[in-house]
């Protein structure tokens, strides 16, 4: 994981770290504000035809419900699916129904460690019941942003860091030292083989 770790930190090291909130559902694809640029080299095998790597969208406002944790990068994935599980066993309780796929939002690194939300959007905040400890909701905050696919295992997810730090120095883009991991197929159930992630990283 020590490839994972030195390409996260290059995006999340471009400005200081904020604790900015940045992610968007399905729906979002209306807003994206153009096709994926073609000339990109740095665009990894794996991936599919027609599966975005650099294409340019604006990520939307919403409410989200979130695990706050952090992690070594030794068990980066199961600790993240600890805070989904943690997320799901509020959302039973409550009988809340996320109205998008699971996301991880980073908003910190250091060598060996990350900070993190693993978090899932709803409609709106809850009522009653409001989550405590470790489980909260938030705001995301909208924004420019880029999006990635990544097709295979977690711990294969360094070279495609690697290949969006090479997009984002090739076309000279500025991160706002954040980014996030969207799930298109579950992160608690799916093998790891077969994960879909999208990867969005919010730009100035």
């Known amino acids: 994981m020590s490839g994972l770790m030195s390409a996260m ?42 599966d975005a790597f650099g294409e340019e969208v604006n990520l939307p406002e919403q409410t ?3 695990f706050a944790g952090s992690g070594q990068w030794d068990n980066a994935f199961e600790t993240i699916v600890d805070g ?17 796929p699971p996301m991880t939002i980073y908003t910190s690194t250091n060598d060996t460690s990350f900070q993190f939300r693993a978090a899932f959007p709803i409609a ?13 909701v938030d705001k995301t905050s909208p924004g420019k942003a880029f999006k990635f696919v990544h097709r295979g295992s977690y711990d294969d997810m360094d ?3 690697d290949a969006i730090t090479n997009f984002l120095d090739e076309k000279q883009l500025d991160a706002k030292g954040l980014f996030i991991e969207q799930y298109v197929t579950d992160p608690i159930t799916t093998p790891q083989e077969k994960l879909v992630v999208e990867v969005f990283v919010p730009v100035k």
């Open 84 to 100: 989904f599980k943690a997320v799901n066993g509020y959302l039973k309780k409550t009988g809340i129904k996320p109205i998008g």
């Open 9 to 50: 930190r290059t995006i999340l090291t471009v400005v200081s770290a904020l604790v900015w909130l940045g992610a968007g559902m399905p729906e979002r694809a209306a807003a994206q504000a153009g096709p994926p640029p073609q000339d990109n080299a740095s665009r990894p095998e794996a991936l599919q035809p027609g």
């Open 64 to 66: 989200i419900i979130f």
């Open 159 to 161: 070279t495609t860091y």
């Open 124 to 136: 709106a905040p809850p009522k009653d019941k409001l989550p405590s400890g470790d489980i909260a």
